[in-house]
């Protein structure tokens, strides 16, 4: 039996160990019996973790969603290079990392945290001329990208562990970060391997939070299709919701509401305002996302258009 078509609003998904983040999202087209599913922010197949998906409606909030910062926990491998600056390449070079003092760590940790410039890994999904930056490195092309500024608010080391890799002495750092969007926590491992001279890489992400949402808030796949065997709804965060926990909201009046439903602009409420604001009805319905960094707000995206 087909499953119902879903409701509008966003779908909270802990994404399994080698899932791309395709795979989650067709996934979840067959569950929610819609084509219109997308996601805030993608994550390698080794990552697990939060995965924002839009559903039906809740794909246009996707676009304000993606810049939210984000948390993850990882497990940096100091002593070995790879491919990918992740466990799924191969390993370029073993300098090792028998004997690493703390306080080095400690020292090259404080100098990648704050307002950096990073260099993100050849393999991103960054466009150059068009074409992905990891098809471009895949088909063997020399890949070189720009750096660019991005914020590591928290970069904490939480366990140390010194082992053996491939008969190479490594330090295993287990971490927390929070980071602006577009960060690569991957390079964040490559270039602590290299402030310290070992190289490194990740063998381990988890995705913990993005902007107001968290793992523990979201849903496995089994879960979802479970629901769906049974017959119950997908457990889908409504768009008035969603709003509420993720913009400043802006209280409409009926009257308000009206006019931007049908395109019109109002007066702003705080004029030069840069960040998206949700405007909401008097009966708590998600009317617009709205622009008010001019003297007239107007609307960016409309999710309750006027019918007549």
């Given at each position: 039996?087909?499953?119902?078509?879903?409701?509008?609003?966003?779908?909270?998904?802990?994404?399994?160990?080698?899932?791309?983040?395709?795979?989650?999202?067709?996934?979840?087209?067959?569950?929610?019996?819609?084509?219109?599913?997308?996601?805030?922010?993608?994550?390698?197949?080794?990552?697990?973790?939060?995965?924002?998906?839009?559903?039906?409606k809740?794909?246009?909030?996707?676009?304000?969603?993606?810049?939210?910062?984000?948390?993850?926990?990882?497990?940096?491998?100091?002593?070995?290079?790879?491919?990918?600056?992740?466990?799924?390449?191969?390993?370029?070079?073993?300098?090792?990392?028998?004997?690493?003092?703390?306080?080095?760590i400690?020292?090259?940790?404080?100098?990648?945290?704050g307002?950096?410039e990073?260099?993100?890994?050849?393999?991103?999904?960054?466009?150059?001329?068009?074409r992905?930056?990891?098809?471009?490195?895949?088909?063997?092309?020399?890949?070189?990208?720009?750096?660019?500024?991005?914020?590591?608010?928290?970069?904490?080391?939480?366990?140390?562990?010194?082992?053996?890799?491939?008969?190479?002495?490594?330090?295993?750092?287990?971490?927390?970060?929070?980071?602006?969007?577009?960060?690569?926590?991957?390079?964040?491992?490559?270039?602590?391997?290299?402030?310290?001279?070992?190289?490194?890489?990740?063998?381990?992400?988890?995705r913990?939070?993005?902007?107001?949402?968290?793992?523990?808030?979201?849903?496995?796949?089994?879960?979802?299709?479970?629901?769906?065997?049974?017959?119950?709804?997908?457990?889908?965060?409504?768009?008035?919701?969603?709003?509420?926990?993720?913009?400043?909201?802006?209280?409409?009046?009926?009257?308000?509401?009206?006019?931007?439903?049908?395109?019109?602009?109002?007066?702003?409420?705080?004029?030069?305002?840069?960040?998206?604001?949700?405007?909401?009805?008097?009966?708590?319905?998600?009317?617009?996302?709205?622009?008010?960094s001019?003297?007239?707000?107007?609307?960016?995206?409309?999710?309750?258009?006027?019918?007549?």
């Amino acid at each position: 039996m087909s499953p119902s078509p879903a409701a509008d609003g966003i779908l909270l998904v802990d994404k399994p160990d080698g899932w791309t983040s395709h795979d989650v999202v067709g996934r979840t087209r067959r569950l929610a019996g819609t084509r219109r599913v997308g996601h805030a922010g993608t994550l390698d197949p080794m990552a697990t973790g939060l995965l924002v998906l839009g559903i039906n409606k809740g794909t246009k909030l996707l676009t304000f969603l993606v810049g939210c910062d984000k948390d993850y926990t990882a497990t940096i491998r100091l002593g070995q290079s790879t491919t990918t600056d992740d466990a799924e390449g191969e390993i370029t070079s073993a300098a090792g990392a028998s004997g690493l003092d703390p306080e080095r760590i400690s020292r090259a940790v404080e100098s990648l945290t704050g307002d950096i410039e990073q260099v993100p890994s050849t393999v991103s999904a960054i466009k150059i001329d068009g074409r992905r930056a990891y098809a471009r490195a895949r088909a063997g092309e020399d890949v070189t990208l720009a750096a660019r500024p991005v914020t590591v608010a928290r970069f904490a080391v939480l366990d140390r562990r010194d082992t053996v890799a491939d008969g190479v002495p490594v330090v295993d750092l287990d971490v927390a970060v929070t980071v602006s969007s577009g960060t690569y926590v991957r390079a964040l491992a490559r270039d602590l391997g290299a402030a310290l001279g070992t190289g490194g890489h990740l063998t381990r992400l988890r995705r913990t939070r993005v902007g107001h949402f968290e793992t523990g808030s979201a849903h496995t796949l089994d879960h979802l299709a479970d629901l769906v065997e049974r017959g119950e709804p997908l457990p889908i965060l409504s768009l008035d919701e969603v709003a509420r926990r993720s913009f400043t909201v802006r209280d409409l009046s009926a009257e308000e509401a009206r006019a931007l439903s049908f395109g019109a602009r109002i007066p702003a409420v705080e004029a030069g305002r840069s960040e998206p604001v949700a405007g909401i009805d008097p009966d708590g319905r998600l009317i617009a996302i709205l622009d008010e960094s001019q003297a007239r707000t107007r609307s960016r995206v409309v999710f309750a258009p006027a019918t007549s």
